[in-house]
């Protein structure tokens, strides 16, 4: 890969030390909170946050808690000797509870929320639960976490497969919707934990909805609050089901001309909770790009333009993450982790 223009291409244990402590911050903060919560019925007034989900209640909502989770167990299977490792274990023995669970559990099971966070936070909680798995004999107590979970697991496993198998046309949006970013997570947690049923659905969805793709007008991105690109995440998707000789074809036919999404989005109020998804799209744009390169043949056109903008996006963005207003900063730096340690098994 070309020499980054500047600014960490991986994490190292002092920066996993800051990110750590504002994970704890953040999983623990209850307020503002943003629950997306269906009122059935007058009972479902006046619940808090935490009583409605007592793991994931903290970080803004329901997805940036999972993946705020995630990041932190990430840094915790980096890092063993992190000084926040002992702060992040208490954290989980106290909030992973067969309770706590059986509640979560029971929220996503019910029918009329059968769409409730689909497919973002469907596909981070299995990503959370895959990072927990990974563990091995190496720390009894992470698999123990991931054992609780596992109710809550096999809901969200069966309403992915559900969605996989009947949804006719794929969510192309900039956000939490889009079905490309949410299968590639879920590509990815399938591998690691060996579940070929869920792999399989994942590739055959894939296909269906992205392989006969061509043309895109790169031109029209982004949008006013995209954190990712519905271009490349599809092309990231598609560069892990297509083989390697299949991919770089269907890469040239899907997006002849990439110029416009090698420039850094520009983002104009770190304050306003939708401007500052723009940090979120540079992110995502880096480690789809650096993705995406690592994929094509030596020699491809699109090869140095993609390590390039990668860095661009990388070095647009990083500044951004750490200690600015809370918008931005309780999901933020799940992405920066996403990126920068994207290498580590």
């Known amino acids: 890969m070309a020499e980054p223009t500047g600014g960490p291409t991986t994490i190292d244990p002092e920066s996993a030390s800051r990110y750590a402590q504002v994970g704890l911050a953040n999983v623990a903060r209850e307020y503002p909170n943003h629950p997306m919560h269906l009122l059935t019925d007058a009972d479902d007034l006046g619940r808090a946050p935490s009583q409605l989900h007592p793991i994931f209640y903290g970080s803004y909502d329901w997805h940036s808690s999972v993946h705020q989770h995630w990041m932190l167990i990430r840094l915790l299977r980096r890092f063993p000797d992190l000084p926040e490792a002992a702060a992040i274990r208490a954290w989980f023995d106290e909030r992973v509870t067969d309770d706590a669970v059986a509640t979560e559990a029971g929220y996503l099971a019910d029918p009329v929320r059968r769409s409730w966070e689909r497919p973002y936070g469907w596909a981070w909680l299995l990503t959370l639960s895959a990072e927990l798995r990974a563990a091995g004999d190496e720390d009894g107590a992470l698999r123990r976490w991931a054992a609780i979970l596992g109710p809550l697991v096999e809901v969200v496993r069966g309403r992915c497969l559900d969605w996989l198998a009947s949804t006719t046309y794929p969510q192309r949006s900039g956000t939490h919707a889009n079905s490309a970013f949410a299968c590639g997570l879920l590509h990815d947690a399938a591998g690691a934990t060996t579940d070929n049923a869920l792999t399989a659905a994942v590739g055959e969805a894939a296909l269906r909805w992205y392989g006969r793709d061509l043309g895109y007008a790169a031109a029209f991105e982004p949008s006013a609050n995209d954190f990712l690109s519905p271009a490349l995440v599809e092309a990231d998707l598609l560069r892990r089901i297509l083989a390697a000789s299949e991919f770089a074809p269907w890469l040239h036919r899907f997006l002849p001309d990439p110029q416009p999404l090698t420039v850094p989005a520009h983002v104009s109020d770190r304050t306003d909770p939708q401007t500052v998804h723009l940090d979120g799209l540079n992110l995502s744009r880096a480690w789809c790009w650096a993705a995406i390169a690592d994929a094509l043949p030596s020699g491809d056109a699109y090869a140095e333009v993609a390590r390039q903008a990668a860095d661009r996006h ?28 994207r290498h580590a098994a």
């Open 314 to 341: 990388r070095d647009a963005a990083l500044p951004a993450v750490l200690g600015g207003d809370y918008v931005g900063e309780h999901w933020l730096p799940t992405f920066a982790i996403y990126l920068l340690d």
